[in-house]
């Protein structure tokens, strides 16, 4: 299997980027729904599932950036044969799931009031912390904290984290397996074998 993407197919990095920030999203929300849903405010066990969300995030944050580096420098395989107005749903489809995996793990972190414990290795200072902050927000802007927090920790939280993060994946899950199943054409198999399973 070649590192970089050819015509048909993606490449092992492409494919290892890519189903590693789908399992980091997964890892996400099984911490926070565990924090939330079977532990109690102020316990060690929600410090640690707390950490863990926020390790995570850090690392989707990462694993996003060298995506769109490798994206940028590795071109894409063809799209598989459709009308104009599907191509141009797929790269909207893209897009916006490019841009909530940059605005997700970034208003996570500016809306935490916390320090990170990088998967209990090191720590990273929160948002509020920073020398950014205080030369934005708070001298820029002239907000404290609390009121910089609430609509970043909303649009974390109440947009993407309950709607809009659900709803892409969902389509975007359900657009491959569409097209691997009623279509039955390639898509799926580029990010997965590569090798279709009549040949």
């Given amino acids: ?11 092992s990095i492409a494919k ?8 980091l999203f997964l890892c996400a929300y099984c911490s926070v729904y565990y924090r939330h849903w079977f532990t109690e405010k102020g ?9 863990l969300h926020l390790s995570v995030g ?17 071109p894409q395989p063809k799209l598989e044969p459709a009308s104009p107005l599907a191509t141009f749903a797929a790269h909207a489809g893209h897009f916006a799931l490019y841009a909530i995996m940059i605005i997700a793990p970034l208003t996570g972190y500016l809306g935490t009031g916390v320090n990170t414990e ?18 934005w927000v708070t001298q820029g802007l002239g907000l ?29 899950a359900g657009a ?11 898509t799926l198999i580029k990010m997965t074998t590569g090798k279709d399973p009549s040949k």
């Fill in 1 to 11: 299997m070649s590192l970089k993407n050819s015509r048909d197919n993606y490449g």
């Fill in 16 to 23: 290892w980027l890519h189903w590693s920030t789908a399992l």
């Fill in 43 to 51: 316990t060690p066990e929600n410090w640690t599932a707390l950490q």
């Fill in 58 to 74: 850090i690392s989707i944050a990462v694993i996003i950036s060298l995506r769109i580096l490798w994206r940028l420098s590795n």
């Fill in 118 to 135: 990088f998967f209990f290795l090191f720590e990273i200072p929160k948002f509020e912390q920073t020398a950014l902050f205080h030369s």
């Fill in 144 to 172: 404290s904290f609390e009121q910089f927090e609430k609509p970043i920790d909303f649009i974390h939280k109440e947009i993407l984290g309950k709607w809009l993060i659900w709803m892409l994946i969902l389509g975007h």
């Fill in 176 to 186: 491959a397996l569409y097209h691997h199943y009623i279509k039955k054409d390639r």
